[in-house]
């Protein structure tokens, strides 16, 4: 149980310690905390109050709330939750992700309607709002809890690359939930990623045939392409890739 609230309450709160330097120049947050021991509080900046969590984490918890009312997976209110919170006028939102809550369409349709249309969607706002249905769907095991984040991730990013990332750091939570070590156990976790990424383009198979995309996410998380970057980019979710799988939004 400790570990699933540091789990919860750690994305929050690196959320907030990091909002201040997203989008920042590269180092800033390293120059003002140039040692662990050093202290790290937290401070507004970058049009942020003090403490005060990001989109993400807003996102997050509409997405956990509709968990615990429901007891499960609720698609349509949860993308009903993102509407409304999408209309409220929230202080930040990705754009590609306004774009798709924005245009009036059925839960089922709006993100692949965005991505027919401008063909970027793999932004990583819907691996960054996963920390909550990653516990929540921990227990399952893996296939239940990879495919739980695919369908939530579909609900704002039609490219199929977002939602394999988020299935990705999914199953890490739970191994990480378990007492595993999620990076020792990543060779398992990727033989889980679809061979080639369903519904992308036309509905075909990536460029390379099957196991193309499959092959991309090894690629871009193989031993020497991983960089602990933290609170750098304004979360503590660390390791990610060094690479930019995905677009911000």
């Given at each position: 149980m400790?570990?699933?609230?540091g789990?919860?309450?750690?994305?929050?709160?690196?959320d907030?310690?990091?909002?201040?330097?997203e989008?920042?120049?590269p180092?800033a947050?390293?120059?003002?905390?140039?040692?662990?021991?050093?202290?790290?509080?937290?401070?507004g900046g970058g049009g942020?109050?003090?403490?005060?969590?990001?989109?993400?984490?807003?996102?997050?918890i509409?997405v956990?709330?509709?968990?615990?009312e429901y007891?499960?997976?609720n698609l349509p209110d949860?993308f009903?939750?993102?509407?409304?919170?999408?209309?409220?006028?929230?202080?930040?939102?990705g754009?590609?992700?306004?774009?798709v809550?924005?245009?009036?369409?059925?839960?089922?349709?709006?993100?692949?309607?965005?991505y027919r249309?401008s063909?970027?969607?793999?932004?990583n706002g819907?691996?960054?709002?996963?920390?909550?249905?990653?516990?929540?769907f921990?227990?399952?095991?893996?296939?239940?809890?990879?495919?739980?984040?695919?369908?939530?991730?579909?609900l704002?990013?039609?490219?199929?690359?977002?939602?394999?990332g988020?299935?990705?750091?999914?199953?890490?939570?739970?191994?990480?939930?378990?007492?595993?070590?999620?990076l020792?156990e990543?060779?398992?976790?990727?033989a889980?990623?679809h061979?080639?990424?369903?519904g992308?383009?036309a509905s075909?198979p990536l460029?390379?045939?099957?196991?193309?995309?499959?092959?991309?996410?090894?690629?871009?998380v193989?031993?020497?392409?991983l960089t602990?970057?933290g609170?750098e980019?304004g979360d503590?979710?660390?390791?990610?890739?060094?690479?930019?799988v995905?677009e911000?939004?």
């Amino acid at each position: 149980m400790e570990r699933v609230a540091g789990a919860v309450v750690g994305s929050a709160v690196g959320d907030a310690l990091g909002a201040p330097f997203e989008f920042g120049s590269p180092g800033a947050f390293s120059t003002r905390f140039p040692t662990p021991d050093a202290g790290v509080e937290m401070c507004g900046g970058g049009g942020w109050d003090t403490g005060e969590a990001t989109d993400d984490t807003q996102m997050a918890i509409h997405v956990a709330e509709s968990l615990l009312e429901y007891g499960g997976l609720n698609l349509p209110d949860i993308f009903t939750r993102f509407q409304r919170w999408a209309a409220d006028d929230p202080k930040d939102i990705g754009p590609r992700t306004e774009d798709v809550l924005t245009r009036g369409l059925p839960w089922d349709q709006a993100a692949t309607a965005h991505y027919r249309t401008s063909h970027r969607a793999a932004g990583n706002g819907s691996l960054m709002r996963a920390t909550p249905s990653a516990v929540y769907f921990a227990a399952d095991g893996r296939q239940a809890t990879m495919d739980a984040a695919r369908r939530i991730a579909a609900l704002t990013h039609g490219d199929p690359a977002a939602w394999e990332g988020t299935a990705i750091f999914h199953d890490l939570v739970r191994l990480a939930l378990s007492g595993a070590d999620p990076l020792k156990e990543l060779s398992q976790t990727l033989a889980a990623v679809h061979p080639h990424f369903p519904g992308s383009r036309a509905s075909s198979p990536l460029p390379g045939g099957v196991g193309a995309g499959r092959e991309r996410v090894r690629a871009d998380v193989a031993p020497g392409r991983l960089t602990s970057i933290g609170v750098e980019v304004g979360d503590c979710s660390a390791p990610v890739s060094d690479s930019q799988v995905w677009e911000s939004g």
